[in-house]
């Protein structure tokens, strides 16, 4: 029912950007705040950035405030993650997620789904 698709990963150098887009299905986009999430290396998932529509709350992660800039169009039922100065430890696996987002944090997620993910690779 609920389908999740991330894509626009890829490989770039230290300093690069990236625009990553995730594409949501079998839910109303616009009941729900969206979020990104990244895979961690021994660890859980971890929120790097939501967006609550309704009231315009955002939050990022620290590592990533004022690289990192989050959007969605309504219209298409897609997120954005617009990615600058790139760094070797932003390289991983980036998922998206319907989440109750507030401007502290990704309180928790909706629907018991994942995408595929989309790989980020940073070179040095």
């Known amino acids: 029912e609920v389908q999740l698709v991330e894509s626009g990963g890829g490989l770039v150098q230290a300093g690069g950007s990236l625009r990553l887009s995730c594409t949501a299905s079998g839910f109303n986009f616009d009941h729900y705040a969206m979020g990104w999430f990244r895979q961690v290396p021994g660890k859980e998932r971890e929120g790097v950035s939501c967006f609550g529509s309704h009231d315009g709350s955002t939050y990022y992660l620290d590592s990533v405030k004022g690289r990192f800039t989050i959007s969605s169009d309504s219209a298409k039922n897609t997120l954005y993650l617009q990615m600058h100065s790139l760094r070797p430890e932003d390289t991983t696996v980036y998922y998206c997620?319907?989440?109750?987002?507030?401007?502290?944090?990704?309180?928790?997620?909706?629907?018991?789904?994942w995408g595929q993910g989309t790989l980020v690779t940073v070179s040095s």
């Open positions: 997620a319907p989440v109750e987002c507030r401007s502290t944090g990704i309180l928790y997620r909706y629907f018991e789904v």
